[in-house]
């Protein structure tokens, strides 16, 4: 049972839900002026982890037979036999129904936008097939959480959460082009569409680079119109720092580097918004 529960954490990549998650909570600590209840805590973090699984799980199904062509994925999941279409497709179907469940608990709105959301954060996967913004639409399918959080607390939209879900979504895209990186001649010969295969990759690098310099001058912006104090600037010098080293990093190191040195810096900026944030309303 625990080994069953390994792969299928493994298959969604579990630890990277520490991506999303800090803006999240960061935005229900803004909306909420501090913290929420105990059960629209609960109910964020179960959305949250439910809709990730859900669209990871649509990810590694419509892409399974991409994934066994390529060197770098072919070891995944279903391509190698570790776990079968037909529990994948029942893994996806619990945590979409358990998403949808878990909204109704929250608010009238939430719930509404439930199934939209869930039809956006499992499009991406599809995107990559017809055009070459597709790390845009990772960003923005990822970059929903904190609309999504705030929506939970208030029960309307904001422009707070909406600030917090584009620089979300262009620091997302920005990584996401470091690590197509790694995939230039397969996506090239399957016909795929990435930034790398259209602009090469010092010039896809260069385009992560502007999406990076967005998300910073986007939550700094944030932290002007929120009238955020000192320890949240000092945060945002962080992330710059954080920012910075990613693109150093990945010019220095070759492509098997791009690991937990990498996972790392990127969970770092994640939590240096929500320590902000956080630091303002806690």
Known sequence: MFKTLRHYLELVRFSHTLFAMPFALASMLWAAQGLPSGKIFALIVLCMVTC???????NRLVDAKIDGENPRTMRRHIPA?????????????A???AFIVATYFINSLAFYLSVPTLLAVCGYSLTKRFTSFSHLALGFAIGI???????AVRGGFSLEPILLCVALAFWIAGFDIIYATQDQEFD???????????????????????????TWLVLVGLG???GMGAAYHICMVLVGGLLIYLHGFRR???????????????????????????????
């Open 81 to 93: 036999g570790v776990l079968t279409r037909a529990s994948v497709i029942g893994f996806l179907v």
């Open 95 to 97: 945590n979409g129904a």
């Open 52 to 58: 990730r699984n859900t669209a990871m799980a649509f």
């Open 252 to 282: 220095s190191a070759s492509l098997d580097a791009l690991n937990q040195d990498f996972f790392l810096a990127n969970i770092a900026i994640s939590l240096c918004v929500l320590a902000g944030i956080g630091a303002h309303f806690l």
């Open 224 to 226: 002007w119109m929120g």
């Open 145 to 151: 959480s904190p609309v999504g959080a705030w929506i």
């Open 188 to 214: 090239r010969a399957r016909g795929l569409n990435s930034l790398v295969v259209r602009l090469g990759v010092p010039g896809a690098l260069k385009a992560a680079l502007v999406f990076h310099a967005l």
